[in-house]
């Protein structure tokens, strides 16, 4: 499986941007997606992840959407209302295990490479 994620870029304080990840290979329907992020000195963290149902972080609830295109093998990542702290480089992974945790990181198999979010102030 291999994923790729783009739409990363530099904005201001309030503005929207929408990410996408494109997977290729050989994927289930049973295979999760999500969206992770890593600013610099800090680990990585859970963003959003969907399978049937959602799931986000208090941090961005209310504020980002994740959407998956089954057909075209896409998911997206919807932010609006972007703050400073949301500055940090995205990352789409892949979970083959749906029964696993949406929100650990150990828990994704596949990684894109991952996408720059800057947010100025």
């Known amino acids: 499986v291999q994923l790729q994620a783009s739409g990363g870029g530099l904005v201001q304080t309030g503005d929207s941007l929408t990410l996408s990840c494109a997977a290729s290979g050989r994927l289930l329907s049973t295979d999760r997606m999500g969206w992770f992020r890593q600013a610099p000195g800090s680990v990585r963290e859970f963003v959003a992840a969907m399978l049937h149902i959602t799931y986000y972080a208090d941090s961005v609830k209310g504020r980002f959407t994740i959407s998956r295109d089954n057909a075209k093998h896409t998911v997206s990542l919807q932010m609006s209302g972007l703050k400073p702290e949301d500055t940090a480089k995205y990352y789409c992974?892949?979970?083959?295990?749906?029964?696993?945790?949406?929100?650990?990181?150990?828990?994704?198999?596949?990684w894109g490479q991952g996408t720059q979010v800057t947010v100025s102030s």
């Open positions: 992974a892949l979970a083959r295990d749906p029964q696993s945790s949406a929100h650990n990181v150990y828990d994704y198999d596949f």
